[in-house]
């Protein structure tokens, strides 16, 4: 986990960006930077092997960028644990820069299925900011039909939750071509 300095940016919001892996965060976080600074890949594994905070001038937020949960047992609990930590820390007397002011909670598009055990994770991972509004990302939605198909999968799984969750909003989103 990488050391937060905020002396030199004080005031800003802290957005929480987590998922399964292999959704699109990092990807997410480059194109809201517009930068490559979140490494990105392919493969069997996840890329993002530890929390990373990106932050720039020209934003009035950070972007924290999480392990990604994924289908084992011993690799979803390190992304939930990852973030129970961190968000321990943050809690601290004197972290206030470090609290998170909003969760991107990021969901593949291109996924048929939306499970329980997703919604789980992410409720685990933050149950420690459940006053924090939660805004659903739909990733790689690439049509109208789609988007629509993506927004009710979302609603269904939120509303048969019998944990509250602040869901705010749901956005689906596409990266632009290069």
């Known amino acids: 986990m990488e ?22 965060k ?10 490559e600074a979140a490494e990105t890949g392919f ?7 530890s929390l990373r905070i990106y932050e720039n001038d020209g934003l009035s937020f950070r972007l924290i960028d999480t392990i990604g ?18 968000s ?28 329980d ?3 789980d994770n992410l409720q685990k991972a933050t149950s420690m900011w459940k006053g924090v509004p ?9 049509s109208i039909p789609d988007r629509e198909q993506n927004i009710k999968m979302v609603q269904n799984l939120f509303a048969k939750s019998k944990k509250p969750c602040n869901l705010k909003e749901i956005i689906p989103v ?5």
């Open 43 to 49: 493969g069997t594994e996840g890329t993002t092997k």
């Open 117 to 119: 055990k997703t919604l």
């Open 26 to 35: 990092s990807t997410l976080i480059n194109a809201v930077l517009g930068d």
């Open 3 to 24: 050391k937060i300095t905020t002396a030199a940016i004080p005031n800003k919001g802290n957005v929480l960006v987590i998922g399964n892996s292999g959704v699109g």
């Open 174 to 178: 596409v990266e632009a071509d290069a």
């Open 134 to 142: 939660v805004i659903v990302v739909i990733t790689k939605s690439f």
């Open 88 to 115: 321990k820390e943050s809690a601290k007397q004197g972290h206030e820069d470090t609290q998170i002011s909003v969760i991107w909670f990021c969901v593949d598009g291109t996924a048929a299925k939306l499970f």
């Open 69 to 86: 949960f994924e289908p084992t047992l011993l690799k979803e609990h390190a992304a939930v644990t990852a973030v129970r930590k961190w």
